[in-house]
């Protein structure tokens, strides 16, 4: 069967109990690089309707925008540099309303090689609550997206806690990868559990079956795999996270063989009771 349907077909709407499922477009990262309009075409053929990215291909933001709408996405949100947090936010707020977006993510914290830490934390927080403040007032939502190497332990528990402890959950929220928490030797469930209202989207993402878990923040792209069959629990995950109130959900799966997974875990995904 092809991908690449017409429009004139009825597209179904890729949902869990009534929660839109969208996709996070660094999934295909090297598809857009070949063909940008029929690589869009064929996810929104799968029944994606809500995207989170912020990049536009060389596009100006207005043509780039009005062809996804075109197409009958809708972007939900963008990323922001960590560095790009302690200069003029303008750039970046006039970017995300012009997209129609409503969040804007920072999807990690600059640190030097392998070394993270509590001051890495601190500067962190003090960032993420100055720049929250500012997108907030805005109209804007700012979340931060972990990537493992937050699940370092401290004297609260984890880094991952200080942060939570040091940020002002009116400006500063999170974005899970549950993948990134599992490949962190942490437990994406009991993160939901333990902080509820500040979990406003998530990366879905599942890992292959004995991969070993690390706080480096990096790991084979090719662990990714179909959202079920991996060890991250996704049928849990969803779970916790509908009882939490989390607003969205965004695959996220960075291996070379995305166009062929990406269909199965929505699939997957439809088939959660």
Known sequence: ????????????????????????????????????????????????????GGETYGMSIKAYTKMIHAMGFK??????????????????????????????????????????????????AKRFNTAGKIFKEAGLQFCYHVHGYEFRPSKNGSLFDDLMAKTDPAYVNIELDVYWAKQGCADPVAIIQQYPSRIKMLHLKDRQYGTVCNTTGHADEETNVVLGKGDVQISDVMKAAKKAGVKHYFIEDESTRVMKQLPESITYLKSLK
């Open 75 to 124: 972007m939900v949100g963008i990323g922001v540099d960590y560095d790009a947090l302690t200069k003029d936010l303008t750039p970046t707020i006039e970017q995300a309303k012009k997209m129609g977006a409503s969040y804007v993510t920072c999807f990690w914290i600059g640190h030097k090689g392998d070394e993270f830490g509590p001051m890495d934390i601190e500067e962190a």
């Open 1 to 52: 069967m092809k991908l690449l349907l017409s429009f004139s077909l009825i597209l179904l709407t890729v949902s869990v109990q009534s929660q839109e499922i969208g996709l996070q477009l660094y999934s295909v990262r090297n598809e857009v690089k070949k063909d940008l309009k029929e690589t869009l075409q064929k996810v929104r053929s799968m029944g994606i309707k809500e995207l989170e």
